[in-house]
Structure formats: C-alpha cells, structure tokens
C-alpha cells in the first residue's frame, strides 16, 4: 500500500470528508515517521519511549473535527513523531503557526529530525515540557489538540482558559484506558461526544500521575 491508497481508503471509510485533511494526508508521508515495513496500514505504531503514532483513521477524524483554518493559531499536546504537527503545520500554511509540546525529550528529538524533512515546519514551535499546563506563553489559541488520554475537561482547565472565545479542543476524555474523543466548544461552553477510543495518558499535573 502507498500514502496515497492509505489516503484514499481513509476517504472511502469516511474518516476524511473534506479536500483540505485530503490534501494534507497526500502532501505528508507517514512513512517518514515510523520505522516500520507497513506504515500505511490503519493501525497506531510504536514510536519509541512506549509511545505511539495514532492510527490514521483517528488522525484524520481528530483533524476533521479540530477545523482548522490557514492563519490560525493550534496548541499540540503530544508530540510525538512530529507526523500530526506537519500536518497541522500544513493545514494552517506559511500564515498560521503550531506550537507543539511534548514530554519525553528523546521524543521531542526525533519529531525534530522528522520535521526537518518538510520544508512547511518554518510555522512550528516544538517545547519539551508538561503540556496538560497548555503553553500560557504563546496562548490564547484558535484550537488545541490533545494526543494523550486526559482525565476531565472543565471551563477552569487551563486548556480552556488559553483557548480564543471561539476556540475549540479536540481531545481524548475518560480514563487511563478508555476514553472518548470529543470536540469542545467554548463559546457555548459544551462537550460532544465523537468516537471512543485507547490513547496513552497524559502524564502531567492536569493528567494522570
Ligand atoms: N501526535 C503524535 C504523533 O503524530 O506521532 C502521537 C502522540 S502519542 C499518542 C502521545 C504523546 O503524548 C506521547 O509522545 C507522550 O510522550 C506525550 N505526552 C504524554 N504526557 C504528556 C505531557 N504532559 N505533555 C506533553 N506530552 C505528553
């Protein structure tokens, strides 16, 4: 299989539904960020650390509720290999900017690497740090997008209070096993619900311990 059938059987499954996730899946390989002989395949992979790469379909579906627009400012917690923030960096364009934080350094100096080989990463900023804080620093953000299972999402996180007025967070809420994705709206201040799902925790002072 290639990037481009992986991308198309996610656009038949439904997990992409709109040309600009297609566009972005297509321009970035996935291959770049696994060292793995099936990196097409719809499945999370190892990354080092004991992390992982999402599966694509949750990739594309997470990225289809974040909506993201060019020019917009995104927070990344959980970075990772780098493979969700090139996209993201690709989605907002030369205008935009994505801030991205993760943890484990060896982690952070891998996506490092990665990213090196696009040449759209100018728009990135990648932190080692504990990112259940959000990032004050560069806040408030247009959207934020959690790759690592958090426990509960209130309007006193501090996801919430760096998020724009009429930002939005997609994230995994629920335990350290299980969790549901769902979509964040601050302006009305409400939580829907869109696919359960098994992310890594979130290990952190607003996370698992
Ligand atoms: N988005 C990544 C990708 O495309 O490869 C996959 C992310 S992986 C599912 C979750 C990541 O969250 C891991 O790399 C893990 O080290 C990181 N993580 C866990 N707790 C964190 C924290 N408090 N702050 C930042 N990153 C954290």
Redo the contacts with the bound molecule.
């Keep these: 299989m290639s990037n481009q059938e992986m991308v198309e059987k996610l656009r038949q499954r439904g997990y992409i539904t709109s040309k600009k996730i297609e566009e972005a899946m297509l321009s970035v390989d996935r291959a770049i960020?696994i060292k793995n002989s099936f990196p097409y395949e719809d499945t999370p992979y190892p990354?080092g650390?004991g992390?992982?790469?999402?599966a694509p379909s949750v990739?594309a579906f997470m990225l289809e509720h974040l909506d993201v627009e060019r020019g917009m400012k995104v927070l990344?917690?959980?970075?990772?290999?780098?493979?969700?923030?090139v996209l993201l960096s690709y989605l907002v364009g030369s205008g935009g900017h994505v801030i991205s934080?993760?943890?484990?350094s060896e982690?952070h100096g891998i996506a490092k690497k990665n990213l090196a080989k696009y040449n759209f990463s100018q728009n990135i900023e990648l932190y080692i740090?504990?990112?259940?804080c959000g990032y004050e620093e560069q806040a408030p953000y247009d959207r934020i997008i959690v790759?690592?299972a958090m426990p509960n999402l209130d309007k006193i996180h501090p996801f919430v209070i760096q998020l724009k007025e009429d930002g939005k967070i997609v994230a995994p809420v629920g335990s350290r096993l299980y969790q549901d994705l769902i979509v964040y709206e601050k302006k009305t201040n409400t939580s829907r619900k869109i696919l359960p799902v098994m992310?890594?925790?979130?290990?952190?002072k607003y996370?698992f311990q």
Excluded at 129 to 132: E, F, K, L
């Design positions: 960020f990354v650390m992390q992982t790469i999402s990739v990344e917690i959980g970075t990772g290999s780098g493979y969700n923030t934080i993760e943890k484990i982690l740090g504990d990112g259940s790759t690592a992310f890594v925790p979130l290990i952190g996370g």
